[in-house]
């Protein structure tokens, strides 16, 4: 890459950061236990969601050995909410391998850091750059649009091939003294100024060097090529209490979306019903309430939930647990929206 003003944007990006850069909890810290649990859970998740769910982590679990040796519902119950659970299970067993394999402490290098579990290129670079100060890339979304505009790049943003185009470019372009500053400064021009649409480029701090902004079309990159088809699920969801006041609840497998969380009985309309389900627990000549419809999005595929109440039998198979057990389960958003709804319609009255 042939860039001639490498020393000047540096130096406007690094200072433009230190003097502007957001008060958020995980920059008043190097240590790189903390550093990684909020790149973890920063991604594909705001800024703002974050906060809470970062503070309350700490203080639950402020040091990697109390990660580390957490139970999994427990630890759950403390990313209920955040979303792609596959990431907090990941992070504790990266945490155990720090425990067994490196002594306790965070690898300072490229090549152990990235035998952690979940611990990809990005993340090896935020913490390497981050905590360590080292002259690593971090290459994210946000990255990957300031550059495309800076350097003129139209590779698709959306292959995954093209983000070494970038990590190569931060390579060259990251200032050795200041790398912390220069990454963060990146990521956080991309949120703030360099944004998807309508960019605020007359406060751009590095304007002078951007390619996009001296050309006058800064919109048209990144280019970025469709998404994959939404796909679109139905399912009704059964609440059942029987006479103890005990709801039946079942948990998700070990494997796949939403793993190991708790949930009411969800009955794939494509291949059953709720009457079917329901033989297995007599009613008690009460007939089904409908308590509340909505849809659930995930990044590629879409729930559509019709949610219903019914008195059932007590049974002998299945979890039946009482209110105060369900509060202690972690549950994944659809299901704490429907467990309001029950305690509004059905527990209150």
């Known amino acids: 890459m042939n860039y001639p003003y490498?020393?000047?944007f540096r130096q406007s990006l690094?200072?433009?950061?230190?003097?502007?850069?957001?008060?958020?909890?995980?920059?008043?810290?190097?240590?790189?236990?903390?550093?990684?649990?909020?790149?973890v859970m920063l991604q594909q998740t705001r800024v703002d969601t974050v906060i809470p769910y970062?503070?309350?982590?700490?203080?639950?679990?402020?040091?990697?050995?109390?990660?580390?040796?957490?139970?999994?519902?427990?630890?759950?119950?403390?990313?209920?909410g955040l979303g792609y659970y596959s990431r907090v299970r990941n992070l504790q067993a990266g945490a155990r391998e720090v425990l067994e394999n490196?002594?306790?402490?965070?690898?300072?290098?490229?090549?152990?850091?990235s035998k952690l579990k979940g611990v990809g290129p990005?993340?090896?670079?935020?913490?390497?750059?981050?905590?360590?100060?080292?002259?690593?890339?971090?290459?994210?979304?946000?990255?990957?649009?300031?550059?495309?505009?800076?350097?003129d790049i139209h590779d698709d943003i959306a292959l995954p091939k093209t983000k070494k185009i970038f990590e190569v470019a931060v390579e060259e372009l990251i200032d050795p003294n200041h790398a912390s500053s220069?990454?963060?400064?990146?990521?956080?021009?991309?949120?703030?100024?360099c944004t998807p649409t309508s960019p605020k480029c007359l406060l751009c701090p590095v304007r002078e060097y951007c390619t996009a902004f001296n050309e006058g079309e800064p919109e048209k990159l990144p280019v970025k090529s469709k998404k994959i088809k939404m796909k679109h699920l139905t399912y009704e969801v059964l609440i059942c209490e029987d006479v103890n006041g005990k709801f039946l609840m079942e948990q998700r497998p070990e494997e796949g979306l939403l793993a190991k969380?708790?949930?009411?009985?969800?009955?794939?309309?494509?291949?059953?019903?709720?009457?079917?389900?329901?033989?297995?627990?007599?009613?008690?000549?009460?007939a089904k309430q409908e308590l509340i419809s909505f849809k659930h999005v995930f990044s590629h595929l879409t729930w559509h939930l019709n949610s219903y109440y019914m008195k059932c039998e007590t049974a002998t198979m299945g979890n039946w647990l009482t209110p105060e057990q369900i509060e202690r389960l972690p549950m994944p958003v659809p299901m704490l929206k429907i467990w309001e709804e029950v305690k509004k319609q059905i527990i209150g009255k």
């Open 6 to 8: 490498v020393t000047e």
């Open 14 to 39: 690094v200072e433009w950061f230190n003097a502007e850069k957001r008060d958020l909890p995980w920059r008043h810290t190097t240590d790189p236990y903390k550093i990684w649990v909020s790149e």
């Open 54 to 80: 970062y503070n309350r982590f700490m203080e639950s679990f402020p040091t990697l050995d109390l990660l580390a040796e957490a139970p999994q519902d427990y630890l759950l119950k403390h990313w209920e």
């Open 102 to 113: 490196y002594g306790g402490v965070v690898p300072d290098n490229r090549h152990e850091i």
């Open 122 to 151: 990005y993340t090896a670079g935020a913490i390497l750059s981050i905590a360590y100060n080292k002259p690593e890339h971090a290459v994210d979304g946000n990255v990957m649009r300031v550059l495309s505009r800076v350097l």
């Open 182 to 193: 220069f990454n963060q400064g990146l990521m956080e021009l991309g949120a703030l100024i």
């Open 261 to 286: 969380l708790w949930q009411f009985p969800m009955i794939d309309t494509s291949q059953s019903s709720i009457e079917n389900f329901t033989k297995e627990y007599p009613l008690e000549g009460q």
